[in-house]
């Protein structure tokens, strides 16, 4: 089994409806991260979770809200899908380090709003 | 600003030579880390290389080494003896701050896609 789950894999929607991307990991890590990924562009940080009481707003969190229901745990919802939404997004976790904090990625989720 | 440059979008190589992948960075920050991620089609994001800006030597990772030049704001990736399974694309990413502080808190460069060629 992965260490880093996301479900699920791929998700069409259409304009305006809620979607929630969820995201398990077994590495027993505090930090869970959602990044979104467009062509061209790499990989860009929507939201941060240091801990389970803690949340925090990352490059674009605009028509983004996340929930840390657990260590293990830390769900992206998208409150009102819209098309520029369109993009692969990862979870990814890590722990504290005083030097080089790798992330440890999920396999993606490819999300298309019609 | 753009604060990761990856200028060479694609790129080809010959089975069994060497290539360097190009990153220039900018920061202001002293304390910041370096990294490089391969992405295969199959679209996981693999940890390859890390560098800290206060280390003295350039990290290596087997058939990876990052070229680093801190005057010049560059970390280049050095991938030696290229193998098919090489093909892939490649993102520079970097931490601004201490890594305990800002965790994995990264900014990506845009990519670079490599082709290895048999």
């Known amino acids: 089994d992965a260490d880093v789950t996301q479900t699920p894999r791929n998700r069409i929607t259409k304009t305006g409806k809620r979607i929630m991307l969820e995201c398990s990991q077994t590495?027993?890590?505090?930090?869970m991260y959602w990044y979104r990924q467009d062509p061209g562009l790499g990989l860009r940080l929507i939201y941060y979770?240091?801990?389970?009481?803690?949340?925090n707003k990352g490059e674009i969190s605009d028509g983004y809200s996340v929930s840390r229901q657990a260590q293990a745990k830390f769900s992206l919802s998208l409150e009102s899908a819209i098309p520029n939404q369109t993009a692969l997004y990862f979870c990814?976790?890590?722990?504290?380090?005083?030097?080089?904090?790798?992330?440890?990625f999920g396999s993606g989720t490819q999300l298309s709003v019609l | 600003a753009q604060k990761i440059t990856q200028t060479q979008p694609g790129m080809f190589v010959q089975e069994k030579e060497a290539v360097t992948l190009d990153c220039t960075y900018d920061t202001s920050d002293p304390s910041y880390g370096l990294f490089w991620y391969k992405q295969p089609s199959s679209g996981e994001m693999i940890f390859l290389i890390y560098q800290g800006s206060y280390d003295q030597q350039n990290a290596t990772e087997g058939r990876y080494s990052l070229n680093f030049q801190k005057a010049r704001k560059s970390a280049n990736l050095v991938i030696s003896a290229s193998q098919l399974g090489d093909s892939a694309m490649y993102f520079c990413a970097m931490r601004e701050g201490r890594g305990y502080n800002q965790g994995g808190k990264l900014i990506f460069g845009q990519g670079t896609e490599l082709s290895v060629k048999p």
């Open positions: 979770s240091f801990d389970v009481k803690d949340i």
């Open positions: 590495k027993g890590h505090d930090r």
């Open positions: 990814a976790t890590s722990e504290p380090t005083w030097g080089g904090e790798k992330l440890f």
